[in-house]
């Protein structure tokens, strides 16, 4: 089946500093991945659509200078958050879409919980 | 635009018992539907999918659900909750008109089965 792996599980980081979270496809090739954030009330935001090769698409609202995507191959995403505050705590989870079984919904990563001191 | 509504943020219930999480949507076209669960600090595994056919579809861990097309329901069901099955659960739908459309999730519905 199809498994993606999300790395680090759980990061702790001083505020005004970046980090790095990777997403990767181990058993297929994604050009498509997403990046959500959940909040603690439950609800998945969905921050971005990563394209491999391209420029991400970014959800309204979303910064995208600040939460920067990069889907060099077709197997990695990766979401940078710089300059990380408080505020930017959360748990980042990022999917992909497995193209022959497109119809199946998402594949998701395990998830980051970011926390921001 | 397509929507997910789970009315419902937390549902009890007790081991033994039958358990239903509800879920109704809104797209344009035809609806995929999805069922996801996710235990704390993890991602989201898939449950089960609706894509055409029978209305009935049977998921992993002995879930099922059913599509009501009248109702724009896809509510999800198990004839006997386990304490395991404690857990959030999420509704998703995309519209089946191609590509890779993006999924819509609901808010999510937390299910405690008490022992």
């Known amino acids: 089946g199809a498994v993606v792996s999300q790395h680090p599980s759980r990061v702790i980081c001083k505020s005004g500093t970046s980090v790095k979270i990777e997403c990767r496809s181990l058993?297929?090739?994604?050009?498509?991945m997403f990046w959500y954030r959940q909040f603690p009330k439950q609800s998945l935001m969905l921050m971005a659509t990563?394209?491999?090769?391209?420029?991400?698409?970014?959800e309204q609202g979303v910064e995208k200078d600040k939460f920067l995507i990069n889907h060099a191959s077709l197997t990695l995403s990766t979401l940078t958050v710089t300059s990380a505050h408080p505020e930017d705590s959360s748990f980042y989870i990022c999917?992909?879409?497995?193209?022959?079984?497109?119809?199946?919904?998402?594949?998701f990563g395990s998830g980051t919980r970011l926390t921001v001191v | 635009a397509q929507s997910v509504a789970q009315p419902e943020d937390q549902v009890n219930v007790a081991e033994g018992n039958p358990l239903t999480v509800k879920c109704t949507y809104s797209?344009?076209?035809?609806?995929?539907l999805f069922w996801y669960v996710q235990y704390p600090n993890r991602g989201l595994q898939f449950l089960l999918k609706?894509?055409?056919?029978?209305?009935l579809v049977k998921g992993s861990y002995g879930f099922e659900a059913e599509f009501n097309k009248s109702q724009t329901s896809f509510h999800l069901k198990k004839p006997s909750a386990l304490v395991s099955d404690s857990a959030l659960y999420f509704c998703?739908?995309?519209?089946?008109?191609?590509?890779?459309?993006?999924?819509?999730f609901g808010t999510g519905t937390k299910l405690q089965v008490i022992p």
């Open positions: 999917s992909a879409i497995q193209p022959e079984r497109a119809n199946y919904g998402y594949t």
């Open positions: 058993d297929f090739q994604a050009t498509t």
């Open positions: 990563s394209n491999e090769g391209s420029k991400a698409t970014y």
């Open positions: 797209v344009s076209g035809n609806p995929y």
């Open positions: 609706y894509i055409t056919g029978d209305n």
């Open positions: 998703a739908v995309r519209d089946s008109s191609g590509g890779y459309q993006k999924v819509t």
